[in-house]
């Protein structure tokens, strides 16, 4: 399955970087080997938020900005740390729990892999006492 990415090409976004955005976006994805269409298009008039990236989901396009080139910090999970990021890298991995990607949510954990958000071990003789427990993994295909 190909991921689609759309970056701002009008005038407004290219005057801030959207070429930049778009060339490290394409660097990144090529260098991890990732088939990823990158889609040039218009704004949606929020020009404060330019470039914009929006990532194409199942449930629609999840869009953030505005970014730097420098946003594109890594789109390996275990070094990236920039929130929007994420709405990228969700369509390549997945996590046990990761943030909400609905608008107004994103500061909440949600399941993934897991089948619900765990339960913090209490027994102190344990030796993963006080560590999270996810109650079970879903299986492939769930």
């Given at each position: 399955m190909k991921a689609r990415v759309f970056i701002s090409r009008d005038s407004g976004a290219l005057c801030v970087g959207a070429d930049e955005v778009s060339r490290a976006l394409f660097k990144a994805?090529?260098?991890?080997?990732l088939d990823v269409e990158i889609v040039r298009t218009g704004s949606r008039g929020m020009?404060?938020?330019?470039?914009?990236?929006?990532?194409?989901r199942p449930e629609g396009r999840v869009g953030y900005g505005p970014t730097k080139a420098s946003d594109i910090d890594s789109l390996d999970p275990q070094r990236s740390y920039l929130p929007g990021m994420w709405n990228l890298m969700r369509l390549y991995t997945r996590t046990l729990v990761t943030y909400s990607s609905k608008p107004g949510h994103t500061d909440e954990l949600v399941p993934d892999l897991a089948t619900d958000l765990g339960t913090p071990s209490d027994d102190v003789s344990n030796p993963d006492h006080g560590r999270w427990i996810p109650t079970r993994c879903a299986a492939p295909g769930e």
């Open positions: 994805t090529e260098k991890r080997g020009y404060w938020l330019e470039p914009t990236i929006e990532v194409e």
